[in-house]
């Protein structure tokens, strides 16, 4: 599996972003389809954080405090893909955003959950 975030960019703050993750190359017709997802983000200085997670059917889902209720998390298991909506974004919401593949169906808080992670798209929000 290889994954590929995308739609990133400069707003400023208030606006809106919708990054999606697809896998970009599927090895032996495996897919991420039965396995959690989740969107994590490191700014420049800090520790990769927590952003939100999403079970395998997209029924279950948790978020980080600082994005609850801004941010929805959401799948497409027929695409093999997982988006992230990110509404009135704020400076602090600057950073790289990644996406990654969860070691079981459920949702994972904590990164040693995940076992493969895409390349990131940088978001970037002005005050």
């Known amino acids: 599996v290889q994954l590929q975030a995308s739609g990133g960019g400069m707003v400023q703050a208030g606006a809106f972003l919708r990054l999606s993750c697809a896998d970009s190359?599927?090895?032996?017709?495996?897919?991420?389809?039965?396995?959690?997802m989740g969107w994590f983000r490191q700014a420049p200085g800090k520790e990769r954080e927590f952003v939100a997670t999403?079970?395998?059917?997209?029924?279950?889902?948790q978020y980080a405090d600082s994005v609850r209720g801004r941010f929805t998390i959401s799948r497409d298991r027929t695409k093999n893909a997982v988006y992230l909506q990110m509404d009135n974004l704020k400076p602090e919401d600057t950073a790289v955003y990644y996406c990654?593949?969860?070691?079981?169906?459920?949702?994972?808080?904590?990164?040693?959950?995940?076992?493969?992670w895409g390349q990131g798209t940088q978001v970037t929000v002005s005050s």
């Open positions: 190359g599927r090895t032996g017709g495996r897919t991420f389809s039965n396995n959690g």
């Open positions: 990654a593949v969860a070691l079981r169906a459920g949702p994972a808080t904590n990164s040693y959950g995940y076992k493969t």
């Open positions: 999403i079970d395998w059917r997209g029924s279950n889902t």
